[in-house]
Every structure is written in structure tokens, then in C-alpha cells.
């Protein structure tokens, strides 16, 4: 079987750590294997790999006297399998928005006679309007999730296929595989490691939060953490945004931190001569407080370390792993402050406007009904609102108090922060569902049922609800002012 993988760039990251992870067990099961990416890292990769430029990142389409994209991947496809074809196209992320021509790409494809696999990471219509303006301004007549005998897709998580589902994508044609899970290894290339040993000493508690610091990662509530706990441990997140926009907010949670004394490190990977897999297992306790993620590694891999997690719960992600050892525990699903702590009728200013601008971003009409739907979300009716549906000067308002009362602080301690209160997970029953062996099986499955299946005319294909699918994620109750654009 040629199986040719697509992707915008193999750069390291997410999507790329994946591939990686895939493809020894493909070449392991006989499949041939190449790769078009439209930047490539310098990696050695143990299949040819093709530069496609017009498929990297780009918010224009083509110049009309260009190759179509379709046209240009089918020409490097061919060239990577020696003139031949491939079987199947594995295109990763194509419904994102990362470039405005992939529909058009896919339906040529399509329209060729050829498989597709739709394997989708993420969405533009969570949190991405920018690149949902994009698809919706040149994708024309093509479907954005095109249905078809010779097309499947795979998704990482269940919400995400019950989407797909919910907008009329038969359920036979979508498949939650979820992720392959592969813990990283010290490059052994830490610096300093002597005349700085003390970075890492045991003489404190290590709170270790692996994440880059960007809005829906909810650094906020970390700190609240850090100011339940004691002063003599240490909260660490290991990276600062990338994104400059996100920079203002970033540096405002220093300056509180240090304003309140909070022992408190952000970035704190960046700044110390330690290679991540060295932080990762000097921690005591791996924490997340993110509220959007889109597989779940912050709750695998702490597990698969065998290193205690604590923090907020996304059940979105986290009910997939409930059939194969998965353990709750220690994690809480709401965090609950007073609304009186609060200025209400600044917070409700704010979400008023933050999520009209949200829904206007994407061509809908926010509404009074709506406000209500979300707040009621927020606060299940009641004088308390769960931290995570707050932003950034909410959050700020009620750290200030907690960190000033003693009492707070003890009350709104999570049971979970404490070693001694973590549950044993059935760790080998996940290892084995989430080896990168079985993921491949999961894989390979998908494309011998796709090989089975006829293969669709150009006049066959049809589209799913592309609305539906948008206003499952501008759902109320998953809005969050920290997946809006706005500070709140």
C-alpha cells in the first residue's frame, strides 16, 4: 500500500511529533511512505519527503496563472513513489484554514479518483475565526467536509467525531484513533548541569505545569493554585507565549505573581540549562489548568511517567480515556469562586462583548438568550461561578483576595494538590491502547477499509452540514472569554 502523508510543514511540534511516531510502524507493516509538507524541518526522515511551497501557511489563494494545488500535490505525489501513484492520501489538518486552497486540493483529488483520509487535529470553528474567514471567503462551491465513498476521516478525540456525525457525516466514515503517546528522551545535551545542579535540587516541591503560556492554557488559574499552596514549593510553567500578541498578558501574570510573593516561575524551562524530558522528571506533580485541549496529552503523559496530575478536568478530552485505565481521581471538573468576590456587572459586560465579537467573527448573531445559556453554564444557577469561565481581570481580582486570606486559601484548596490523595490509574491497560503499535493498527484499519470501499465519481461527492459543525463549538456552555480575542 503507498500511503502519501500531506501536511503544511513538518517542523517540530504536535502534528509532526505524530507523523513521527507513525511511521516506523507503517514501514514495519510493508506500506511505502512519502511525505509532502510545504516547509520541511532538517530531520532525517526514514521516507522520501517532497517540498511543496504553495501548500505551506498563506491567508491568499493562488494567482490564478499558478498550478492549482491539487494538480501540484498529485505531480509530487507521483514523484515520491518513483513515478507512480499512491493508494491513499493521508492529509493532515486540511479543513483548518492554513491555507485557503485545501479544499479546492481535495476535491481534485477527489474528482482524480483518489482516497482520501481527513485527519483532523484541530478546527477553525474552535476558537480560530481568523482562519475560518479565510476557508469561507475562497473555498467557492467545494465542501469544506466533503462525504464520498473514496473519502474517511479520523479524528483524536470522540466530541470531535460526534461532531462530524451531528453535521451527516455517516458514523462508518469517521474514526476517533486517537494519538500515539511516546514519552521524549533527554537529549542528554544539558549544560551547566554541575555548577547549576541546585536548579533541580529536591529541596523543594515542584509544581510543574508543561506548557507554553498562551491565553486558553488559563495561567490565571495556576496561579491561584500556586496561592492555595505553600510558599516554600515552586509552581513552574516551562514556556512563555510565542505569539508577541499574547506577550501583555503573559507579563501582567508575572507582575502579580511577583506583587503577591506568589512562588511562582513562568518560563521557567527557558531559563534554566536543562533539557525538558530533565524538568519533566524532577517534578513532583505534573498540574493542567487548561481549558481547551484537543487530545490530552497533559493528562497521558504524567500517567505514563508515573508522575501524580492534578488540576481541572476537560471531560471533552478525557472521557475517551475512561475504557482503558483512565482514573479521574484527583482532578476537579469546576473550580468555584463567589460571584461576590467579583465585579458582576463588569464580568457580564464583558462576556457580553467578547463573545459578540466572537460569534460576529464568525458571521453569527450573538444574543440575550445566548448570554443567558452561557452564564447560567457558568454558574449552574447558583451565587458561585467556576474560575475557568472568567477573564484575565476577574481572574485577577479574585487572586488578590485569596492570596490575603488565609482561611480562602485553605478552602479553595483542591484535595488533588496533595501527593498522598493521587489514584492509581490501570497505566499498562493505557500504554497499550495508546503505544504508537496500536495507534498504527488503528490507522491501518482506517485505510484497508477506505482500499474496500468503491471509488467515488466527481459527481458523488457530497458535503456535510459545515453550519452544524460550527455552532456545535459556538455552543454556549464551550465558550470561554479565554478562547476569545479579547482580555477579560
Not at 4 to 29: A, D, E, S
Not at 58 to 73: F, H, K, M, N
Not at 203 to 215: M, Q, S
Amino acid at each position: 500500500m503507498k500511503i502519501c502523508i500531506v501536511h503544511h510543514h513538518l517542523k517540530p511540534g504536535g502534528v509532526t511529533r505524530v507523523i513521527q511516531n507513525t511511521l516506523p510502524g507503517l514501514l514495519g507493516r510493508g506500506a511505502e511512505v512519502g511525505l509532502l509538507s510545504g516547509e520541511v524541518s532538517r530531520d532525517s526522515w526514514p521516507v522520501p519527503v517532497k517540498a511543496v511551497p504553495d501548500l505551506g501557511y498563506r491567508t491568499d489563494p493562488l494567482p490564478e496563472s499558478s498550478i492549482p494545488l491539487g494538480a501540484q500535490l498529485l505531480e509530487a505525489g507521483k514523484a515520491v513513489f518513483g513515478g507512480s501513484l499512491p493508494d491513499i492520501w493521508h492529509i493532515h489538518n486540511p479543513t483548518l484554514g492554513k491555507n485557503p486552497e485545501m479544499p479546492h486540493a481535495v476535491q481534485f483529488l477527489v474528482e482524480q479518483g483518489h482516497r482520501v483520509l481527513m485527519h483532523l487535529h484541530d478546527f477553525a470553528e474552535d476558537g480560530r475565526p481568523e482562519n475560518y474567514r479565510v476557508l469561507a471567503k475562497n473555498k467557492g462551491s467545494c465542501p469544506l467536509y466533503p462525504i464520498g465513498d473514496s473519502i474517511s476521516y479520523a479524528v483524536i478525540n470522540q466530541r470531535d467525531a460526534l461532531v462530524l456525525e451531528s453535521a451527516g457525516i455517516p458514523a462508518d466514515k469517521v474514526c476517533n484513533i486517537g494519538n500515539p503517546v511516546q514519552l521524549p528522551e533527554s537529549s542528554g545535551s544539558d549544560s551547566g548541569k554541575r555548577a547549576n545542579g541546585g536548579i533541580l535540587s529536591r529541596d523543594r516541591k515542584l509544581y510543574l505545569y508543561p506548557t507554553r503560556g498562551i491565553r486558553r492554557k488559563n495561567i490565571g488559574e495556576f496561579l491561584l493554585l500556586a496561592a492555595t499552596g505553600s510558599s516554600e514549593d515552586l509552581y513552574a510553567t516551562t514556556m512563555g507565549p510565542a505569539n508577541p500578541r499574547w506577550l501583555p498578558i503573559h507579563s501582567s501574570w508575572e507582575r502579580l505573581a511577583s506583587d503577591l510573593r506568589l512562588p511562582v516561575e513562568l518560563g521557567w524551562a527557558e531559563n534554566i540549562p536543562f533539557d525538558f524530558p530533565s524538568i519533566f522528571n524532577r517534578a513532583n506533580c505534573l498540574v493542567t489548568t487548561s481549558v481547551q485541549e484537543g487530545f490530552g496529552l497533559a493528562f497521558l503523559e504524567p500517567v505514563f511517567a508515573g508522575k501524580p496530575l492534578a488540576g481541572r478536568n476537560l471531560d471533552q478530552v478525557t472521557r475517551d480515556f475512561g475504557d482503558h485505565g483512565w482514573n479521574l481521581g484527583s482532578l476537579y471538573e469546576r473550580l468555584e469562586v463567589e460571584l461576590e468576590w467579583i465585579d458582576v456587572p463588569e464580568l457580564r459586560r464583558r462576556m457580553d462583548s467578547g463573545f459578540r465579537k466572537l460569534y460576529a467573527a464568525y458571521g453569527q448573531e450573538w444574543n440575550m438568550a445566548r448570554m443567558n445559556a452561557h452564564w447560567e453554564a457558568a454558574t449552574n444557577g447558583s451565587d458561585t461561578i467556576d474560575f475557568g469561565f472568567l477573564g484575565e481581570v476577574a481572574q485577577s481580582e479574585v487572586i488578590r483576595k485569596v492570596a490575603g486570606d488565609a482561611g480562602l486559601r485553605k478552602r479553595l484548596r483542591p484535595a488533588g494538590m496533595d501527593e498522598e490523595s493521587q489514584p492509581v490509574p490501570d497505566v499498562e491497560s493505557l500504554r497499550a491502547y495508546y503505544s504508537p503499535d496500536a495507534y498504527v493498527a488503528r490507522l491501518w484499519e482506517r485505510y484497508v477499509r477506505l482500499m474496500e470501499g468503491r471509488v467515488a465519481g466527481a459527481t458523488d461527492i457530497g458535503g456535510a452540514d459545515e453550519h452544524a459543525v460550527l455552532m456545535s463549538f459556538l455552543d454556549p456552555g464551550n465558550l470561554r472569554l479565554l478562547k476569545t480575542a479579547l482580555s477579560g
